[in-house]
């Protein structure tokens, strides 16, 4: 969930493409009555599946207590339900949960399940199987494995000590269940998000004997006894690792059940595979690489949707020369976002400088890229920020800088010659030279979790290029998440550095921290987080290059897919898809 996680968010470049689908038009009536919805007739039940390209070649992982990434989330989300997730509106609605309640002082949630929910192959699905579920999550093993647990659940109280195995188990602790009916969520501080957050993968449900029968390898079982280990709107009939995933309907699922009757997530190794495919009628939608763009613009299955996605270029403040700011300054000046995006990217996206995306509660509109420099950069000011930079540090010169390296995602053309641009940019404005290395998009994601507290020395990356796409729809999301202290997600090391600005850091770290917890006032909580963004801007604490929306070719024949911003398809919505007679 290119870019990072979910969207895990962390890598996910031209994938976000791939989750967020058009919405249908509808056609009028005539004459004085009523305007009445043209419905496309469905095609037979044996055509009812509906080809999903993945331009991966496999997923990173299918359990939800590991999920950090936008590929495996959507498919976890067919797979698996939680007690809450967030509608086409980005609203948190009930799931697993038909209603909840806070007490007055926000700590502590009581969340009242539906009657009769099952697991896929039948087995009833009570509160003791969301506590094992949360509790798993939190498992020294799981937490180390997926190094985002704390992230979304540690809100709950004893949630760290639980990841660092100081307790056994937390049910019975902070996470209760009066009855098979009702769960019990005792938190350590009243939050804003606090839902927001459950909405997670970490916080779904799994099937309890079928992870105690096959340990961690349970994901390549959950096609057996017919299909098991979940209860989204589908299950699962057939998971090859080098091909796809086949998931048919669950007859289970406690909701509207789907009209379609099968779901084949189809592996491509890039995105360009993923195109030709869909040309050669192979897929239902594919993701448009740069090179094709122009013509797929042109095409009527061509289809633009806003997402709440974020790419910028990542600097490790514990990577020499990137403990100075005004290096970073530097670095971020010297390069024209504008030119970039009409280079590379045909002038598809929006340059920023924001870390919090346009279209969601908490942007700043007045916010200002560092020293109040256009997104087309400022060379002058640029140079002067890397000499002062220089004579900070004790060099003469940029040739005594130490070597420079900037990771990025393999098999994808189109940001390797992003990539080429930005680094001609930098070395014809500050004389640097840039070094690169490529890896797959499962080993980037665990270098940039190993990254954090750590320098190149230490493992650590130095420079990386990297995405985020909103989990929810809540600045936190953004900026403590990204940039809190002890944060997992905190890859750059954010004010865990001992650089000339890490005490101002870790005070915006708090005030990102007060923020976060500020009820009841909305407007006060935007403007709180406005502040540390700007701080975080001005730092370069990220490099942002350009807000992305979606594209996507999608056949005409596929109807009613409604995506949210956060290219997600909520479980609900797939009574409403079906394959038209075509």
Request: charged share 15%.
């Amino acid at each position: 969930m290119l870019a990072s996680k979910k969207f895990t968010t962390k890598l996910l470049p031209t994938i976000l493409a791939l989750m967020a689908l058009l919405l249908v038009a509808c056609g009028g009536g005539g004459g004085n009555a009523t305007a009445t919805p043209t419905v496309a007739p469905k095609a037979p039940e044996s055509q009812q599946v509906y080809r999903w390209a993945v331009p991966n070649p496999d997923i990173p992982t299918f359990d939800p207590g590991q999920s950090s990434d936008e590929l495996s989330i959507n498919a976890i989300l067919l797979e698996y339900s939680g007690m809450v997730q967030l509608d086409d509106q980005l609203k948190v609605k009930g799931e697993l949960a038909s209603s909840w309640d806070a007490s007055s002082d926000g700590l502590t949630y009581t969340f009242h399940l539906r009657n009769g929910l099952k697991f896929s192959d039948g087995t009833p699905l009570t509160s003791a199987d969301v506590a094992y579920s949360i509790d798993r999550a939190l498992s020294p093993t799981i937490s180390s494995l997926s190094g985002v647990s704390l992230t979304y659940l540690g809100l709950i109280k004893d949630a760290t000590e639980r990841t660092q195995g100081k307790v056994k188990s937390i049910i019975n602790d902070s996470v209760l269940t009066p009855d098979p009916n009702t769960v019990v969520l005792k938190l350590t501080k009243a939050t804003g998000y606090f839902l927001q957050a459950l909405t997670y993968p970490t916080a779904f449900v799994v099937e309890k004997s079928v992870v105690d029968k096959w340990g961690l390898k349970f994901i390549d079982h959950l096609s057996d006894n017919g299909g098991q280990g979940g209860s989204g709107p589908f299950m699962v009939k057939k998971y090859d690792h080098t091909t796809g995933i086949t998931f048919v309907r669950n007859p289970n699922y406690w909701g509207p059940k789907p009209q379609l009757a099968e779901i084949d997530q189809i592996f491509y190794k890039t995105p360009k595979t993923n195109y030709d495919a869909y040309l050669a009628n192979q897929v239902d939608v594919t993701v448009i690489p740069s090179g094709n763009y122009a013509q797929a613009k042109t095409r009527s299955d061509f289809s633009k949707t806003p997402a709440l996605t974020i790419f910028y270029v990542a600097m490790n403040y514990l990577a020499k020369p990137f403990d100075n700011i005004h290096i970073r300054q530097a670095f971020e000046l010297a390069i024209n976002k504008d030119a970039v995006i009409n280079a590379v990217w045909k002038g598809r996206f929006n340059p920023t400088c924001h870390i919090v995306p346009e279209g969601m509660y908490g942007y700043n509109p007045n916010l200002t890229c560092p020293g109040g420099a256009p997104t087309a950069g400022d060379t002058n000011k640029a140079k002067s920020l890397f000499q002062q930079g220089l004579q900070e540090e004790g060099y003469s010169s940029a040739s005594q800088l130490p070597p420079i390296k900037a990771t990025y995602q393999s098999d994808n053309p189109d940001l390797a010659n992003e990539v080429t641009t930005l680094a001609n940019m930098w070395q014809n404005v500050l004389g640097v030279t840039i070094g690169t290395q490529t890896m797959d998009f499962g080993p980037i994601l665990t270098a940039e979790s190993a990254t954090t507290g750590k320098s190149p020395a230490q493992g650590g990356l130095q420079m990386w290029f990297a995405g985020w796409g909103a989990d929810y729809p809540d600045p936190q999301d953004w900026l403590t998440l990204q940039f809190g202290d002890n944060q997992p997600y905190n890859e750059f090391n954010y004010g865990n550095n001992n650089g000339a600005n890490a005490a101002e850091q870790r005070a915006n770290q708090q005030a990102m921290d007060a923020a976060d917890v500020m009820l009841n006032n909305p407007d006060g909580r935007a403007q709180a987080y406005n502040k540390a963004e700007q701080e975080l801007v001005n730092e370069v604490a990220w490099l942002p290059l350009y807000q992305r929306p979606t594209f996507r070719l999608r056949k005409p024949y596929v109807k009613g897919i409604t995506p949210n911003s956060i290219g997600e398809i909520p479980p609900w919505d797939w009574a409403n898809v079906y394959i038209a007679a075509h």
